[in-house]
C-alpha cells in the first residue's frame, strides 16, 4: 500500500477528539493512517462482493454497512 489517502491532518483531528488539549506525534498519525487505511481496504473488498451478489457493479451505502457487519 504506497498510495496514502488519508491526509495526516485529518488524523491529528481524529486522535485530539479524546482531548483537545493533547500533543500528536508524527509516527501516531502515520500509524492511524495505516491502520485506518488497511482496514478500509478489508471493508471495501468485503462491500464490493455484497455488491456483486446483488448482480450490481457499484457499490452502494447499504454495502458498506453490511460488510461492517460482516466484519
Do not use: W
Not at 7 to 17: D, F, S, W
Not at 41 to 47: D, P, T, Y
Amino acid at each position: 500500500m504506497t498510495d496514502k489517502l488519508l491526509p495526516l491532518a485529518a488524523m491529528e483531528r481524529i486522535l485530539k477528539k479524546g482531548d483537545s488539549n493533547i500533543r500528536v506525534s508524527d509516527p501516531a498519525k502515520a500509524e492511524l493512517r495505516k491502520v485506518l487505511e488497511e482496514y478500509g481496504e478489508e471493508l471495501s473488498r468485503i462491500a464490493a462482493r455484497f455488491a456483486m451478489h446483488a448482480g450490481r457493479k457499484t457499490i452502494k451505502a447499504e454495502d458498506v454497512r453490511l460488510a461492517l457487519k460482516h466484519k
